[in-house]
């Protein structure tokens, strides 16, 4: 009985362990790179916006020309949708787990919601960070929805959208072939 049991648990063990190596891998599955061509809606705005998947989280790169200096809310919003001048086709922020509003540092926060950049005084934002809720497969997964870019500071705490302003700028996230260098 006891070399049955050990056995058993000799077979078991290798099981579990590569078990729980395709799951790892699972998790980490998908696209390691998208990006997103920005352009204005009724401006010369335009950019891009370049997103790699990393141990660390979704490290987010890009440089936006043509904006007001200053601070612009920066969102991800639920659909890709870019055909209207309006930008309502966007939708709200992308809010999978339905939570309110908040910065990209709040404790409760849309998945959407990367805060501010901020423009220099010739326009130009540059983007550099790193967000660990945003991803690029599962159920937080932005690729086929939209970056966009707000008139306005977001306040990172008004719901539903942190009275950010008008949406001036746009692109639909998509898979990429190789990371940005």
């Known amino acids: 009985m006891k070399k049955r049991i050990f056995a058993l648990l000799a077979l078991a063990v290798p099981l579990m362990l590569l078990s729980a190596k395709a799951e790892e891998q699972a998790e980490h599955s998908g696209p390691k790179n998208a990006v997103a061509v920005i352009r204005g809606f009724k401006s010369h705005i335009e950019g891009v916006v370049h997103f790699t998947a990393t141990d660390d989280g979704v490290v987010i790169r890009g440089e936006i020309t043509g904006l007001t200096p200053g601070k612009h809310g920066f969102h991800i919003h639920e659909f890709g949708d870019v055909r209207s001048d309006d930008a309502?086709?966007?939708?709200?922020?992308?809010?999978?787990?339905?939570?309110?509003?908040?910065?990209?540092?709040?404790?409760?926060?849309?998945?959407?919601?990367?805060?501010?950049?901020?423009a220099d005084e010739n326009g130009k934002a540059i983007i550099n960070m790193t967000d660990k809720l945003v991803s690029l497969s599962g159920p937080h997964s932005i690729i086929g929805r939209a970056v966009i870019v707000h008139g306005g500071a977001d306040d990172e705490k008004s719901d539903p959208a942190g009275n950010a302003g008008p949406r001036i700028a746009g692109g639909v996230v998509g898979i990429a072939s190789a990371e940005h260098k």
């Open 88 to 118: 309502k086709c966007h939708g709200g922020h992308f809010n999978p787990d339905k939570k309110k509003h908040g910065g990209p540092h709040s404790a409760e926060r849309h998945v959407g919601d990367l805060g501010n950049i901020t």
